[in-house]
């Protein structure tokens, strides 16, 4: 390579500066102190014979010819980012590995069935699987950490292959004692909308989806926010609100009674579940294996809507509507 050929490091100061708009910050970002940075970039500015950057006691801002390097510099990282990923797929293949994140609602619900079917197949593989939100699942795949995604969100990823494993229903739940559970009338989607809602975080595909279906009656600040089913599930069974949530994740809680499903009337509440991994990239024996054992599930994607049953409330509890000033 030539003498004055720049560090990766340093042309990712670049770009991290002019997104942020400082070196300090980008210092801070990357963890180097502010001299450090600067002497870096002073470097990197002899290596190319250009200026690179208009200092100014309020920050710093790329010139005309900073900014043309930073456009290449960013081609130069998403390669670099693709070879080293394809490394570590390349090595996971050697060593037996295969990294997935999946959404919640897969990875606790449907994740478990399709790896003990993988291990089936190949008994000496070692599967990571990291549960997450969809956003970050799709993150995670664009920084090269795991090899394979499964997400719940209705948003394409135009830089992602994707496969439809299966269609999800969504149900509205709430615990017996709330107003919604004595009655048979269906409810609206104002009504949801304006009712207190328990709702997972955002970057949560089943919150996206919510939020796709209320469109412009929804209320970005819900009553309650948490990261977890679970709790979503042990807050509106003890009378915290509604929640909306796979009948995947309720099947058992309204079989019991703990929570009682809601009916609906003008929403349609399903989402699409699909598998994503990087388009550059061909996905890995154990990849191609764990997406052939989640596809069958789309055969029996019917049983993923209506799996929570009518889920209506007990035989003997009174129907009883709210007032039209009663917040739920």
Do not use: C
Not at 71 to 90: S, Y
Not at 239 to 262: D, F, K, M, N, P
């Amino acid at each position: 390579m030539p003498p004055d050929t720049p560090e990766l490091a340093d042309l990712d100061l670049l770009l991290s500066i002019e997104r942020l708009g400082s070196l300090g910050r980008a210092a801070r970002e990357l963890g180097i102190s502010q001299p450090a940075a600067s002497a870096r970039i002073r470097l990197l500015e002899r290596r190319l014979g250009l200026v690179l950057l208009d200092r100014s006691p309020t920050g710093s801002r790329l010139t005309q010819a900073g900014t043309s390097i930073a456009e290449w510099a960013r081609d130069v990282m998403a390669t670099t980012t693709r070879l080293l990923a394809g490394a570590a797929a390349l090595r996971n293949v050697e060593n037996g590995w295969l990294r997935v994140a999946a959404s919640m609602t897969v990875a606790e619900y449907l994740m478990p069935r399709w790896l003990v079917a993988l291990r089936r197949e190949l008994p000496e593989l070692t599967v990571a699987l990291r549960a997450e939100n969809s956003h970050d699942v799709v993150e995670l795949l664009r920084a090269g950490k795991v090899d394979l995604g499964f997400v719940e969100d209705p948003a394409a990823h135009a830089d992602l292959s994707e496969l439809v494993i299966a269609d999800d229903e969504l149900v509205v739940v709430t615990g017996p004692a709330h107003p919604w559970a004595g009655t048979d009338t269906p409810i609206t989607s104002r009504e949801l909308a304006t009712g207190r809602l328990v709702l997972r975080e955002r970057g949560s595909g089943t919150r996206e989806t919510l939020h796709r279906v209320l469109g412009d009656l929804r209320d970005d600040d819900p009553h309650l926010e948490l990261s977890s089913t679970t709790a979503i599930k042990e807050a509106v069974g003890a009378g915290a609100g509604a929640a909306v949530l796979s009948a995947l994740a309720v099947e058992r809680e309204l079989r019991t009674g703990q929570l009682i499903r809601i009916p609906v009337t003008g929403m349609e509440l399903t989402r699409t579940l699909r598998a994503v991994w990087r388009r550059q990239t061909t996905l890995s024996t154990q990849g191609r294996a764990l997406l052939r054992i989640a596809t069958r599930t789309r055969s029996a994607s019917r049983g993923l809507r209506g799996t929570a049953g009518d889920g209506r409330r007990r035989a003997g509890e009174p129907s009883r509507r709210p007032g039209p000033h009663e917040r739920l």
